[in-house]
């Protein structure tokens, strides 16, 4: 736990000892290198949309006066952004080697191409497999491509606090199985899904599993080549601080990028792009997977938030996400499950990414309410408020605030003491029993 370690030797759960963390906190001087917000903003939504570093608000600025300057010459230095970028954030965050990764597009787009391309290169499987809980993009791309090509979906019925597990897969494998499309850590609960070992369970059975890497990147470790994973995307506004509507990237494992076709042949991915060629002739490894031409202001929003993930460390990035989270849990147990809420993510931060997902029946409400005071959390379906702890941007301080303001929403007053003793009517109580409608 590193420099973390003093939370768990204690239960006080006053702002003062949230300070003390703060104080503590290794990576409390990476929250200079992001753009300042309005004071006193509690923000814990990192996990939708990351907060902008002050590299990428200066970059682009400059990438305006370039464009003004060099005009069409500006594309001599942004033509290979995309792979450029893509070695960085492989090198950086995700254990890929070199002109494995590209970023380029977006998570959807990109998993319908993966997709495409691993039912393909297993053409005689009819069945393609995805865990319920999944977000809804991957779901639908997966529905859609069943329809289009008369497939069957097999649902891993995982448990949505802490599945899907590898056991969840064992009942879906057999010779007709195509493909698997998960999630690293699930969108709602966090759940950290075990890659290595579904990918090898999966890849005994015949079939490629395509991760979805969109709430992992930058939040806990991910090594792809060590996995041995084959296919991965994801995107680059959440834990990489690429900003709205960076990017996404994909990922495929140097040994299958021929073997695997691309089903959109754009000109990005000609070999020789200028000599505007009759036929199709796919370039070599990854930029064989470009489409066309990617959005440069996105890019150098991405790779500013990349290069700070990078410097930070996966490792350190992933002690100050456990503490975080161990610090929300430890808050909830006190103040917020007294009140009848519910934690929906897993309690071992072993299994748990870098949000808590807290469950109340009247979460919608409570969410906006939140939201109207300043203290940004998102609300999932049916009933989970998600706070997003971004490690390198998140104060402990933020996480006393936010679950304190939910406590007292749940139970408007009196709101837990700052010095985090209980209050008459307070922790544990049967008269704090938080409302429900109806
Ligand atoms: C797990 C996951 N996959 C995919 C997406 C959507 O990606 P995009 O909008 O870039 O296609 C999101 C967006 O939040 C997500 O959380």
Redesign the pocket.
Known sequence: MGGYASFVTTTDSGIDRARALDADDPLARFRERFAPTEPGLVYLDGN?LGRPTKAARERIRTIGDVWASDLVRGWDRWLDMPLRVGDLLAAGVLGARPAEVAVTD????N?YRLAVAALEARAGRRAIAIARPE?P??RYVVEGLARERDLEIRWLDADPVDGPTAADLEPVLDSNLASVVL?HVN?RSAAIADAPAITNLAREAGALVLW?L??SAGSVPVELEGWGVDLAVG?TY?YLNGGPGAP?YLYVRRELQDELRPPIQGWFAQREQFEMGPRFERADRIRGWLTGTPGILGLTGAQAGIEVVAEAGIAAIRAKGVALTEYAIELFDAWLAPLGCTLGSPRDSDRRGAHVAIRHADGRRLTSERVARGVIVDFREPDVMRFGLSPLTTSFEEVHRGVAALAAAVRPSPAPRPDGRATRRGIGSRAARCRRPG
């Open positions: 939708s977006s998570t959807t787009v998993l977000f993009t991957d999630s969108y979805d969109s709430h995107c959440k996404a």
